[in-house]
């Protein structure tokens, strides 16, 4: 899930709902380091689309408007052993 502020959210809604509260276990969460345009990256496992639009619109910043999510697949091509 790609989660990025939209325009007009206030800082203090947008600090306390930055965690993302995905009933799913996130493989990782973060957000891009840029100067302008950042915007948060959580990759999470769901058992198809469905499943993962679920989790998606059950993020509170999300449900709240705070963020606008978008859904990419993402498959796993190297890991380290550590990460497992």
């Known amino acids: 899930m790609r989660r990025r502020r939209r ?4 800082p203090r809604t947008s600090s306390t709902s ?3 509260a995905t009933p799913a276990p ?3 969460a973060g957000r891009t380091q840029e100067e302008a345009d950042t915007f948060g990256i959580v990759i999470f496992g769901a058992d198809d689309r ?3 639009q ?7 910043a999300v449900a709240a408007g ?6 990419h697949p ?3 091509a190297v890991s380290s052993p550590t990460s497992e």
Do not use: H, N, W
Request: with cysteine; aromatic share 10%.
């Open 50 to 52: 469905a499943a993962a």
């Open 26 to 28: 996130s493989v990782f």
């Open 18 to 20: 930055s965690r993302c």
């Open 74 to 76: 993402f498959a796993v």
């Open 7 to 10: 325009s007009g959210s206030s």
């Open 66 to 71: 705070v963020f606008a999510a978008t859904l």
């Open 54 to 60: 679920a989790i998606t619109a059950a993020d509170p």
